[in-house]
């Protein structure tokens, strides 16, 4: 709320003519009053007084406004959302949290199911228990037309009970800012009457696996995406097969997407935002498809959580736009001399003490131990491409050997001679730090 805001009116309380009472006399109060009304009109000093509440009012909303530091998010509401995203990164063998988190929002009819079979179908090839009428009853495995094949619990010709399936067939996943169909392995869950229901896991064909809630043989509800070394990797809700709502996706080195998926639930929106490991720093604005078109510096406000998911408020504060920027081969960055807002908060380069040893990484404040302070960031090359030199000084500021992930490629990061100064690179200061292979800090 800025000044504008503030509306002083001054009514007239002058009767029209048509409606005044011509035989009652002005009222006028006794001078001890300080107030004196005479023919409805107010006193100068009323108005005066008016216009002053009406300043300091002004001034006080001008100067919330303006503070860089002022922050809503409560200690109690923060140590709430840490302990959250704690619970959720523990990976459990055994886990159901899905069981805990039903959605009421009912299915769209026509919604597509990961598993499409039945027992009704024809050329099925089964082995197992069965009853006294020859049907599917008890412990069994049974192998459709098509090579799927379910291993699980039976009644009366039904699957109905625990169960896991081996399919080829394709589902919706969210895959780094937006939807993307991926090849199913196996399926571990309850089968109610021939349908998948409630709580179970859907492994994918890159060992990514989806903790979900079935409804129906749809995903439908709560979910948690776990890479193939059980790491977490995004966090939602799905609706007749979709995620939606608000989203969690888990980034290569401790930060996150956080907002509101857009109808087809891809990462698109004018509100959406990057949150820094802190999880109280953001770059907040448009996104399109995982990818930030122009985005602002923020910090979270407020943390309210909704249907297992924590959502956040975040404010605007002062600062230059940012975009996604990617490191090429040449170009290191369009925007070398753009300071990382959450570096600013925490790390500062500056003079040794020992003049010989040159720059040097600082901490600005205490921070306690296992915390990301800076990002190493650089030129993209291929191993072909880098050349190794037989000093350790020139290749100082090369991370050679990346291992290659299905997210990151083979090869080096380098910060070439050009871009080493602060002076002309500062855009990330984690290269600050590795300047030698003997310790000096803890």
Known sequence: MGHDAVKIEIIDANLASENAASTLPTVVRSPRSKMT???GNESIAHVKARQEDSTKLSSLISELEERPNYNLLSDTMFEQLQQWKSSLETWDENQLDGMKHKTCI????????????SMKERNLNY????????????????????????????VDGMRHGLGTMKTGLEFARYLDGRVDYCKVSFIDGTFVADKLEGPGKIECDNKDVLVCNFVQGVVHGFTKLFDSNKKLKQVCWYQNGLPYGYSWQFCQGGGCLVGELDQFGNFSGSQMA?????????????????RMVSAGPASVQLATKRDNIFCLQF???????????????QIISSRPLLRDPYEMEH???????????????F???????NTILAFYNGVKLEGKDCIKSDTWEEDAYKI???????????????????YQDTQHYCASLAHKANHSFKPNAS
Request: net charge neutral.
């Open 37 to 39: 009304y005479n023919k």
């Open 106 to 117: 009912p299915l769209k009819v026509g919604s597509r199911p990961i598993d499409p079979h």
């Open 127 to 154: 082995k197992g228990e069965k009853n006294f009428y020859s049907k599917p009853h008890g412990q069994g495995k049974v192998i459709f037309e098509n090579g799927d094949w379910m291993c699980g619990e039976f």
């Open 274 to 290: 990057f949150l820094y490991p802190d999880l109280k720093t953001g770059l907040y604005g448009v996104f399109s498809c995982g």
């Open 315 to 329: 404010k605007r504060l002062t600062g230059s736009g940012y975009n996604f920027d990617l490191a090429t081969k």
């Open 347 to 361: 790390v500062v380069v500056a003079q040794c003490k020992d003049i010989h040893k040159g720059e040097g990484l």
């Open 363 to 369: 901490a600005r404040k205490y921070v306690p131990a």
């Open 400 to 418: 050679m050997d990346l291992l290659e992930t299905e997210e990151t490629e083979s090869g080096v990061l380098d910060i070439p001679p050009e």
